[in-house]
């Protein structure tokens, strides 16, 4: 079992800057590719952006290209995603998830709430 404790999330202005920060409770976290999904109110969660295994490989959704930037530090167990450019159709629950072959595991979401 794997536990993901979500953090960096809050009230941001239009074309301000956010970091999230997720951190995993396992000692195999580097054999796990990481994601960030969102979720705003009455859509569908969404994925947001990956990161493979020895963070060689990302991708990202469309609508975040060039202004997300995720990374990971497997010394500290740790999944980030930078955030800037924010704007208020970023507004959503922001879950990290940890994946390996038919293993999924999601933290609890940090809110993430773009408003001037």
């Known amino acids: 079992q794997v536990q993901l404790v979500e953090s960096g999330g809050g009230l941001v202005q239009p074309g301000g800057s956010l970091r999230l920060s997720c951190a995993a409770s396992t000692s195999t976290f580097s054999s796990y590719a990481m994601n960030w999904y969102r979720q705003a109110p009455g859509k569908e969660r969404e994925l947001v952006a990956t990161?493979?295994?020895?963070?060689?490989?990302?991708n990202y959704a469309d609508s975040v290209k060039g202004r997300f930037t995720i990374s990971r530090d497997d010394a500290k167990n740790t999944v980030y995603l930078q955030m800037s450019s924010l704007k208020p159709e970023d507004t959503a629950v922001y879950y990290c998830?940890?994946?390996?072959?038919?293993?999924?595991?999601w933290g609890q979401g940090t809110q993430v709430t773009v408003s001037s």
């Open positions: 998830n940890a994946a390996l072959l038919v293993w999924s595991y």
């Open positions: 990161i493979s295994t020895g963070g060689g490989r990302t």
